[in-house]
């Protein structure tokens, strides 16, 4: 104001205000903030005292959760890790720390019960700054996820869903791949081993809308904006993810000619992922398709176990598919590159029957793109076996001028390549003596609880000559 005398703060006073300045600021910063609870999920402070836990409660250090036998809980913390925890679950928040710094920290303990995570910004740098204790063992996570169960008898058992985990006991430790499971045994001078049993997390939690939220400043450690509030588990860039994808091929140099639609799987690959889980890479039988710069998804879904899109603009097609080398495609709004992306069920089951629903999918695309995408609806059922399973389903496409409907069956493994030879029936094509469809996919989750599917419908004549319809799904079981 004018004649008011200047301000002016001595460099003591100077420091005190910075300093209380930084000790509010790590006051008002909770280290997570729930994202879903159910009624039998409680928090417990320092002092011991619980007290309900509901859907935006913030927690901090020395915080434990807790869930009875109804109940269920899932945390984000503010480096974009997630938590999601079982009934019958203690889960402590023993030191947690957060600024972007090379202090940062995430010490939890799993006290029993188990719990599926991913991990976040803390860890990428340093690894040994995110840990999870248990009874018997130290779980280490390497920018990855999976899940961790303390067993009746005090073990630890662990599987990841990619990179690598190491289980850490007195008497030794063990690098855990992805897909595969890690024991460390009640007895502290047994070290841990792989083994074919998987933790058992019962159904998974229940998922709200896809949505995120941004905080402050927050960034991961390429820049970009952190998101920290999806409401799915982003999947984490690694190996070892199986993948069904489906596009147009009409590049220069593709080594089928470049006709209409392709489609295509791997039971293992490797897969880049963004912040917030969307499929940017992959890389099936040695051909490696990516988006370039300018292009987008079209279309995208997550439930933390499978994801699935459809990307437009540019994306090059790198490998063993070109001739040339590299296919460059641009695809417009009513085109795109569809794809399905999960990590395969390391062992599968061996009995019983499954019904699955979908999940979500792409809108299905006419290869040419002169007509707006469709819609896509189906399911699937599962007969297991000891080592080959029955797979059927039913499809239906509806395109804006004509609906295709069709059913099939085969006997696979867990990938199943070129889906439903042996029978097969459609309806709806333009021509029906020259239309068929395709499947390809694979089973993902620890108990095969989902599946991804890419399709391909030809249906060719003197109008639809090459005009195929692609698209992408995904299944959970009912």
Known sequence: MPGSAPFRLSSSGMLLALISAGFAAQAGAAAGRVDF?????????????ARPLAKGAELDSGDTVRTNANGRAQIRFSDGS?????????????????????????????LRGAMRTVTGAVGKVNRNSYRITTPTATVGIRGTGGVIQVLNDGSTLVIGTSGIWSLTNPAGSIDIPAGLSGLAPKEPNTPPTQTNTQPQTGTAPVQPQNTEYRQGDQVNPDGTAAAIGL?????????????????????????????????????????????????????????????????????????????????????????????????????????????????????????????????????????????????????????????????????TAAMPDRTYNWTASNVTTNAFF??????????????????????????????????GAAYRIQDRNSDFNG????GAAAFKKK
């Not at 925890?85 to 940062?104: H, M, S």
């Open 231 to 395: 409401t799915y588990t982003p999947l984490v860039s690694g190996p070892n993810y199986a993948s069904a994808v489906a596009f147009p091929f009409f590049g220069s140099g593709a080594l089928d000619g470049g006709e209409g639609g392709d489609f295509s799987s791997m039971a293992t690959g490797n897969a880049v992922f963004n912040s917030i889980g969307q499929l940017t890479q992959v890389t099936i039988g040695g051909t490696t398709y990516k988006m370039e710069a300018g292009s987008s998804h079209a279309d995208f879904g997550s439930d933390g176990i499978l994801a699935w899109g459809r990307w437009i603009g540019p994306v090059s097609i790198t490998g063993n598919a070109c001739e040339a080398g590299t296919c460059n495609e641009n695809y417009n709004e009513n085109q795109g590159f569809h794809y399905v992306v999960g990590v395969p069920t390391p062992v599968m089951p061996t009995t019983g029957t499954a019904t699955y629903i979908l999940a979500g999918a792409t809108r299905p695309t006419y290869t040419d793109g002169l007509t707006a995408p469709g819609t896509f609806s189906g399911s699937l059922s599962v007969q297991f076996g000891t080592s080959l399973h029955s797979v059927s389903g039913s499809f």
């Open 37 to 49: 609870a159910t009624e039998g999920a409680v928090v417990a402070g320092r002092d011991g005292q």
């Open 467 to 470: 005009r195929d319809v692609v």
């Open 82 to 110: 997630y938590v999601s925890l079982q009934p019958n679950t203690d889960f402590a928040i023993n030191e947690y720390k957060f600024d972007g710094k090379d202090d940062d920290r995430g010490f939890f303990g799993l």
């Open 418 to 451: 070129g889906l439903f030879a042996s029978s097969f029936q459609i309806s709806g094509c333009a021509n029906p003596c020259s239309c068929s469809a395709d499947v390809t996919g694979f089973f993902s989750g620890a108990s095969a609880e989902r599946a």
